[in-house]
């Protein structure tokens, strides 16, 4: 009777998570897999929209070579430059971010005001603004400017790398701007770090540098890691990402192939990040049991 009893209470457990699970569970089949199903579908088709129907051929492969073989201007000549360009603002966007929020964690008058600040982009800013900015050229460091970095990049650095570093100079501030969410992570990571091992290193005579480096640092890391994956996925659907704007054209099977391989290559960096991690934290794991 007993056992039966909790077979029961089981069931309705099992039953009501079914029923409060159910509406993501609808909305995901709804609005992402069937979209992403239906996209990679056309990519293998040429898609003609009639006054009656959609009309598909198959084609294969065909939009795919075209893009990476026939036609690889199409992805290349943006995608290139702008992988430069992530590579060098990713760094800049953590390291940023890590410093404010272990600024933002002390106490000094007005630091709630300064948390606020440094998050308000992220609440006012949408993409056509941000967007607008760069436009306007309001991104840019005037002190760049009248230091002339330009032309020295020109004179010295590789034209392949000089072009995507102009290019994150001239949006700089915006880079700094952009990292509200990145700095209430970080804010967030150094406040579960327990004060008694503060306590203790000061104890022990440890100055703020090795504290930074022995224990401030060392239990940032899953928090950096998230942050890395959050910029990358960020940084590519940021609005002035070249290849976004390529995908929305009225050639839905090219679009749609071009989209899944930027796709692909989305995965391939966040796939890096997990194995750079497990790395890492296999490596924090062995020295920590030493």
Do not use: C
């Not at 897999?33 to 492969?61: E, K």
């Not at 360009?85 to 002390?106: H, Q």
């Not at 004179?155 to 990292?179: G, H, K, N, R």
């Not at 192939?257 to 750079?276: E, P, Q, S």
């Amino acid at each position: 009777m007993i056992r039966k009893a909790r077979l029961h209470a089981s069931t309705i457990r099992k039953i009501e998570g079914s029923i409060f699970i159910a509406p993501w569970i609808f909305g995901f089949l709804a609005f992402v897999a069937f979209p992403l199903g239906y996209s990679l579908y056309m990519s293998f088709h040429q898609v003609r929209i009639t006054v009656d129907s959609v009309v598909y051929t198959f084609l294969g492969f065909r939009n795919y070579k075209e893009i990476l073989v026939s036609n690889g201007s199409l992805l290349y000549e943006d995608l290139i430059p702008f992988l430069r360009e992530s590579i060098m603002m990713i760094p800049i966007i953590l390291v940023f971010s890590l410093l404010v929020a272990i600024l933002l964690n002390l106490k000094f008058p007005g630091r709630t005001l300064f948390r606020v600040i440094f998050f308000l982009p992220v609440i006012f800013s949408s993409g056509q603004i941000v967007q607008e900015f760069i436009n306007q050229g309001e991104g840019s460091l005037s002190v760049l400017q009248s230091l002339h970095i330009e032309e020295y990049l020109r004179e010295y650095v590789p034209a392949s790398w000089a072009d995507p570093i102009q290019t994150v100079m001239s949006s700089f501030v915006l880079v700094l701007w952009y990292s509200g969410v990145q700095i209430l992570i970080f804010l967030a990571g150094r406040q579960t770090l327990p004060p008694s091992m503060y306590e203790a290193s000061r104890i022990d005579g440890s100055g703020p540098w090795n504290t930074f480096w022995k224990i401030t640092l060392p239990g940032l890391v899953p928090y950096i890691f998230l942050n890395l994956m959050y910029t990358v996925v960020d940084l590519f659907t940021f609005p002035s990402n070249p290849i976004i704007s390529k995908v929305n054209t009225a050639n839905y099977g090219s679009s749609s192939a071009l989209a899944w391989i930027y796709f692909t290559i989305i995965l391939l960096f966040v796939g890096l990040t997990l194995l750079l991690y497990s790395r890492v934290d296999k490596a924090l794991s062995g020295s920590t049991s030493q």
